[in-house]
């Protein structure tokens, strides 16, 4: 190891998938990279920021797909960062929003190696938001809850049947898979007209946008073919947008 190596790590929030939504602080950060570590879910045109002879190793973990584990990329990111200097770890959305940032930040540390942050835009209000759907808005919803789809053990998280029982704007990530169980959720929590949107490949080229109540958006994404990765979206707010009037009307005629 060359001792003259100043070890560093940045955990970098990528955006949800357009890559002109990275900050300026981000291409700086990659501008300045001897290594970058990057997942599925970052956009590899954000490569092109980094130097050419910067190291760029994929470490994606996607469903259904050979993957590293999250010890591995730990180890990796330590080895690259004692070896050649500045690793930058790229991370779809931000780093700290179901990203296991703090993870990373906390390996890190037991090798008293120096970490910085700079957040992301979340997939979890980005998206909504380019579809024009606001998370909060006086007279709807107070507040939103972020929730992942799925807990690490496989099971549905138990803070959706919470969720349900609120107000409040609920943004589900990686909760595709378990749509009809979470339709079923608030269906028992009275909210079958609840207006619902689900959102595949957020902010990139190939973006697809399924508006709907929660008692058909099951059929709609069905219909389709929404696969993931995809964003799910209940609450009040998702009749702020404009194809909604169209859902009601739909819906009235077949009534």
């Known amino acids: 190891m060359n001792k003259h190596i100043e070890s560093k790590i940045t955990l970098l929030g990528a955006g949800p998938g357009d890559p002109d939504l990275l900050t300026l602080k981000g291409v700086k950060a990659l501008q300045a990279a001897d290594v970058v570590l990057y997942d599925a879910l970052t956009n590899e045109a954000l490569l092109e920021h980094a130097p050419k002879d910067a190291i760029k190793v994929y470490v994606g973990k996607r469903s259904g797909e ?50 910085s942050v700079i957040p992301g835009i979340s997939s979890s209000i980005g998206v909504p938001g380019l579809q024009q759907i606001p998370v909060t808005h006086r007279g709807l919803s107070e507040s939103f809850w972020v929730i992942t789809g799925t807990t690490t053990s496989g099971q ?97 005629a077949i009534s």
């Not at 690259?80 to 990373?104: Q, T, W």
Request: a negative charge; glycine letters at 6%; zero cysteines.
């Open 156 to 252: 549905i998280s138990e803070d959706i049947y919470q969720a349900a029982q609120s107000n409040a704007t609920v943004v589900i990530l990686m909760g595709l898979k378990q749509l009809p169980k979470i339709a079923e959720i608030f269906k028992a929590a009275g909210k079958s007209q609840l207006p619902a949107a689900v959102v595949q490949n957020g902010s990139a080229e190939n973006e697809k946008l399924v508006i709907s109540t929660v008692q058909n958006i099951v059929a709609r994404v069905n219909e389709e073919k929404i696969e993931a990765p995809a964003l799910l979206i209940f609450g009040e707010v998702v009749s702020l947008h404009l194809s909604f009037k169209n859902v009601i009307k739909q819906y009235a």
């Open 66 to 115: 050979h993957s590293h584990s999250q010890d591995a990329i730990n180890r990796l990111m330590i080895d690259y960062a004692l070896n050649y200097g500045h690793v930058v770890r790229l991370k779809g959305g931000d780093p700290f929003v179901f990203g296991r940032g703090y993870e990373e930040l906390d390996f890190a540390a037991s090798y008293s190696i120096p970490v």
